[in-house]
């Protein structure tokens, strides 16, 4: 089996089966220097692409009136690995006040796995717009309550199988601890984080 065979073969099957997917993704047994080019190779190839989504996609405005653009693509990978760094980090010493045991790279790797099943989804929902703006707005909003269902199902995994309302709380609460502060403090200088993929 090909590398790119045996990557599409496990999005495959972390799509059909989540929990299965990730205890896979989880079993590769990656180095800490792997997970973290994986992380860099993910968030660039993410930007990339958010700023082809935004090409294709219609103008969004601001409360203002004014065009909504993508950061600096510089500026938007490091803003979006600080942020995914620090949710991933409270989610980990979070989840083990829930019962759950997984250490921050575990965290960090199933989080890098679902960024490689978000830039899948992001190219077909690229397709889809240019078929229809209609159909693009359908399939973007099913691919991140999609992409949701699937991150709780990681990270209850990368937890030891904590219960998934545990893992909604753990992230709920995370997401409040290590994202406010930094998006507002991102706002003051008109900076927004590119997390959709």
Known sequence: MTPLSFLLALVKLSVRNPKEGAARVLALGLSRQAIWISLAITLTLGTILGYVHEAVTPEALGVDGEPIRLP?????????????????FVIAQLGRGFGGTGTFFDILLVDVWLRVIALFAMVVDIVAFLISPELGQVVLFATYIYLLWLMLNFVSVAHGGISLGKTFLVIFLAGMIAFLPFLLLLSMFGLAPNIGA
Request: aromatic content about 6%; glycine content about 0%.
């Open 72 to 88: 600096d693509p510089f500026v938007s990978v490091a803003v979006t690995a600080v942020l995914l760094v620090a949710l991933d």
